[in-house]
């Protein structure tokens, strides 16, 4: 069974960084894709980024794109989320999903996602 545990969440001031982390076990990822996802108050669940776990092929968001950086640690079964310059848009509850299979669906649904980590909170302070 695949469990996702995601870690590396707090209170940060705008322009710092931060990294979150999500250490996957259950089964090999091999062909699965790994994404991270967020969701703010009020607002609905949406796409960050996400990587092909064996070729490393990413896809982000335009909101985050240049300040986000996904990886993933294939000895580990970590997957990453380096975040900079952040700012109080960022604020959210983040989540680690998984898939099988390969392929960037547009947009990327929430649904598409069987597995789901518990989520860790990034709040950014102005």
């Known amino acids: 069974q695949v469990q996702l545990v995601e870690s590396g969440g707090g209170l940060v001031q705008a322009g710092d960084s931060l990294r979150l982390s999500c250490a996957a076990s259950g089964r090999a990822f091999g062909g699965y894709t790994m994404a991270w996802f967020r969701q703010a108050p009020g607002k609905e669940r949406e796409f960050i980024a996400g990587?092909?776990?064996?070729?490393?092929?990413?896809n982000y968001a335009d909101s985050v794109k240049g300040r986000f950086t996904i990886s993933r640690d294939y000895a580990k079964n970590t997957l990453y989320l380096q975040m900079k310059n952040l700012n109080p848009e960022d604020t959210a509850i983040y989540y680690c999903?998984?898939?099988?299979?390969?392929?960037?669906?547009?947009?990327?649904?929430?649904?598409?996602?069987?597995?789901w980590g518990q989520g860790t909170q990034v709040t950014v302070s102005s």
């Open positions: 999903a998984a898939r099988s299979g390969i392929g960037w669906p547009n947009p990327p649904r929430p649904g598409d996602y069987p597995y």
């Open positions: 990587i092909w776990w064996s070729s490393q092929d990413t």
